[in-house]
């Protein structure tokens, strides 16, 4: 489940480079100085905080690709000096800009402007990048001009190309990526969209890097999109019957033409879909895309968005029929104003209601089991025309700031909501509960956690009780998790447990068996048949030597997933070692 964790720009104060590197819990991260940069080996706890001796090692690509590296700062004596290595992502077109200003200013930096606002905290000054706030002023030579969001992992500036298009630029900060599932990401939607030519998707102007060591800035420029995501505008009540004809028609126009090439997009719906100001839908967020081997097409690492993908992608295999649930999913959620997570029943599946618009198409479309669905996107667009030829209603919707629009845009590598308040967008993203885990997910860690909760109140219902226990497992406090599930009604508590979930797989995923296995273990307790849960935690429990517990979880996991991939296949090695 995506959640908006976009934090507000503005004037911040100084912290040192350790504190400033968080993980997406809120958990510091390795601190370079005692540690080189890797994308995911195990930090030495007996490097000393300093080296008087340069020490270079090379690193392997994190997406086993060809290898480029740049220097990484170590710690000597004397202060950071770049002597080991990182890896830069093959797609990255180096682009050498010297070091961050400071000192005199330089008439050559921003065109001879001497006294340029910074884009982020409007502090005057020559620099590339803000001293103060951090924010880019030129990178690679596209000229900023507006901080449209801001995330953990990085930014999304609009900006001046050097042939004067105007761009939506996306910045990923190498110091506060996590791991490298998201450099894959973001190499891949660059590698993805440089091979797609459509009106209906944005097209790729340039891919670079700036920087060495922890100052590394990965960069991807795209057409700058003008709208608002398809959320904001079901936000403001559901669908009539020709509007969804019309979304219908337009992004099944658009997986027909990505299908036909093999490309999957894994992440259909409404936060990716932008409408332009005459009605044209936009599908964007090409960061979760994979290209079909054969018929099907398998990952060990889970993508999507909980609700909005079928059960199959909850086990890394997805085809063509994939995005088409997905599509179906969105469409139900246009039509009734309700997200398809509050709709899933315990096994998963999605009932459409009576009396909804295009009932039988949608139904189709979210069918569970994938022979059941409609075969291509072709054929869903012939059954959409077969009952009449509806009249084709454009989506003309009042035009957000260009902030929502370019935020949405990016919404699986930055999702939230725009970065400055003077470009708010009319309508806040997500619902309340959404909002305050936007504004906790910082502080849910061990220190923090207990003063944030006990100062800001979690949003009232279930979703809101649900997020609130998320915080809290999130910073390892299982009891207080347990505790605030337990005050859910009972009809609703499976509900909440799935938001803790949702919040909490991208740690299993990540392997980080301690911190994952207690977490999954409290969601089985209100969710028993979570298969999602039973894996993770009997995969985590097997890896920390709980063999009881494991053989349940695994056993029961068989017993309910019966689809034929790498997670059926893993469990059932894990338990062979544990007869």
Known sequence: MQVNDVQAIGPQPRESR???LRDATGRPVRDPRNAVADFGGEDDARAPARQTAPERVLLRSPTHRSRRTASFPRATSGGFTSVSACTIPPFARRVRTGKIQSGPRSSTILGGNLDAACP???????ERRCAFCGVARNAGGYLVDVVLAQGPHGRVYRAQAPDGEIVALKELQFAQVPGAVQIDAFEREAATLKTLHHPRIPRFVASF???????????LAAEFIEGEPLSARIGRGPFSAAELSDVARQVLGVLAYLHKLGVLHRDIKPDNLIVRPGGEIVLVDFGSARRLSGSRTYGSTLVGTFGYMPTEQLGGTVDATSDLYALGATLLHAATGKAPSEMLSSDFSLAVPGGVPLRDLIAWLVQPRRERRPRSAEAALQALDQPARRPVVRLRFAVAAAAALTAAVLSAWLPGVPASAAVR???????PAQRWFARAKPFCNPVEVTQFVARNAAAPGWDGTGYAAGCWALAGKIEEARSMLARVQERDRWRAAGIVFDLAHPVADAGDDVAAAPIMNLVL???PNHYQALYHAGMSDFALGNRVRARTHLTEFLRLYTQDDGFRRNAMRALAKLQ
């Open 18 to 20: 350790v504190d400033a």
């Open 525 to 527: 307790e209100s969710w």
């Open 120 to 126: 982020g905290c409007s502090r005057r000054g020559d």
């Open 209 to 219: 890097a700036e920087g060495e060591g922890v100052q590394l800035r990965l960069y």
């Open 425 to 431: 967008p009319e309508m806040p993203r997500g619902t």
